[in-house]
């Protein structure tokens, strides 16, 4: 079963977030996580917290095995640009760009057994009426 996180707007440029996605690329997420934490670049806390959350996503909410969880895809693409101006000699200015970034992560493991109870249920109490 695959499970998706996904960051919206991010404000970094794709080319340099893709760089920090491609270290993590097919790795389990316990590994993925080590190496982003160790990685001296910007993107690597936001690549970090969608796979943290792509884990969370798979845990609670799909019943996976942490442990078992691997990246299956981790995708960067292009989000919205901001256009902006930088002033420039003799009273010009120049446009330039901010980019953002859209990161998807997929993750993917073992599900979990449930545990089915041992108690049983209870009958339920009627109320007696009173007239």
């Given at each position: 079963m695959a499970v998706h996180?996904?960051?919206?707007?991010?404000?970094?440029?794709?080319?340099?977030v893709a760089v920090v996605a491609a270290l993590v690329r097919g790795r389990t997420v316990e590994d993925a996580l080590t190496?982003?934490?160790?990685?001296?670049?910007?993107?690597?806390?936001?690549?970090?917290?969608v796979i943290a959350s792509a884990k969370a996503n798979a845990?609670?909410?799909?019943?996976?095995?942490?442990?078992?969880?691997?990246?299956?895809?981790i995708t960067v693409t292009h989000g919205p640009r901001l256009k902006r101006f930088?002033?420039?000699a003799h009273g010009?200015?120049?446009?330039?760009?901010?980019?953002?970034?859209?990161?998807?992560?997929?993750?993917?493991?073992e599900v979990?057994?449930?545990?089915?109870?041992?108690?049983?249920?209870?009958?339920a109490v009627k109320k007696e009426e009173t007239k």
């Open positions: 996180a996904l960051a919206k707007g991010v404000r970094m440029s794709p080319r340099k190496i982003l934490e160790h990685t001296p670049r910007r993107s690597a806390l936001a690549v970090s917290k845990d609670h909410n799909h019943g996976l095995k942490p442990g078992t969880l691997k990246i299956t895809e930088r002033p420039a010009r200015a120049l446009p330039f760009m901010r980019r953002t970034s859209h990161i998807r992560v997929t993750v993917d493991g979990r057994e449930i545990k089915k109870s041992t108690t049983a249920a209870k009958p």
